[in-house]
């Protein structure tokens, strides 16, 4: 099991949802100008919108790569306004390293089109329902690239 490493950003009314977004490319990005940086923002208004309707208050944006995975939630309301629980500091590692990907939180209802516009800029970034958790879609992408061999396996 990989580490992981959780960040909790302000939201609104502290910040609106296009400069909470801005805020996490920042973070994931490191401030470098990169390829990954440029994918992050071409999804800005999805992300934002996914980030107005309040979907990683409990279920985390993801962040995977080949080290560390990062959770990244947002507080709303007087949470923001307060920050006690907010932790936006940077992470002690490359959270887009080699391999990435990023899976956004969102809707059921608004899952369908999410999910269509992202493909349209990235296929590293994506959207899961927000009930069914990243756990869930890795456990999916690991059922379908491993198989057992049963007769080699009552072999031995």
């Not at 400069?19 to 994931?28: C, K, Q, R, S």
């Not at 990244?72 to 309301?77: M, T, V, W």
């Not at 490359?94 to 369908?112: F, M, N, R, T």
């Amino acid at each position: 099991m990989s580490t992981v490493a959780s960040r909790t950003f302000r939201s609104n009314p502290h910040r609106d949802a296009a400069d909470t977004w801005n805020a996490i490319v920042e973070l994931l990005t490191q401030g470098k100008d990169s390829t990954a940086r440029k994918e992050l923002r071409a999804v800005a208004g999805i992300a934002s919108s996914i980030i107005a309707d309040q979907a990683p208050k409990n279920s985390p944006i993801v962040s995977t790569c080949d080290g560390p995975r990062a959770r990244i939630y947002c507080l709303y309301g007087e949470d923001a306004l307060d920050g006690a629980d907010a932790n936006e500091d940077a992470l002690g590692f490359e959270p887009l390293k080699g391999d990435w990907a990023v899976s956004l939180p969102c809707q059921k209802s608004d899952l369908s089109w999410v999910q269509a516009a992202l493909k349209k800029h990235s296929s590293r970034i994506t959207a899961r329902d927000q009930d069914s958790g990243i756990a869930v879609e890795q456990a999916a992408a690991n059922a379908q690239s491993m198989t057992l061999d049963v007769e080699g396996f009552l072999k031995l």
